[in-house]
């Protein structure tokens, strides 16, 4: 069994309350979820509103299928208007 995490920390341009960040990040996990199964949460800055990092997980025992869905939730990420993203490390145990 393999285990494939992501971390992202994000800069979130277009909050200006934590209602506002909260409703950005909760469409973005939701779009996540549903398209590519995996399991995603805010696990950073919750009380900064304009600042978060979110947690990516994926089991699967295949790596090229875990890599491959990690880069695909990544650059889902990336393409986000809404955000910019500051870092980034993704792990594969």
């Known amino acids: ?3 494939g995490t992501l971390r992202v920390e994000l800069l979130i341009t277009d909050a200006f ?3 506002e960040k909260r409703f950005i990040l909760k469409s973005i996990k939701d ?3 549903h398209r590519y199964n995996c399991s995603i949460a805010e696990i950073d ?3 900064k509103w304009q600042h978060s ?6 089991v699967s025992n295949d ?8 880069q695909k939730v990544l650059r ?3 393409e986000d208007h809404r955000i910019e ?3 980034q490390l993704i792990e594969i145990f």
């Open 1 to 3: 069994m393999l285990v």
């Open 17 to 19: 309350s934590l209602k």
């Open 31 to 33: 779009k996540l979820r």
């Open 45 to 47: 800055y919750q009380d």
């Open 53 to 58: 990092v979110l947690g990516v997980a994926l």
């Open 63 to 70: 790596r090229r299928f875990i890599d491959a869905v990690i």
């Open 76 to 78: 889902t990420i990336l």
């Open 85 to 87: 993203v500051i870092d």
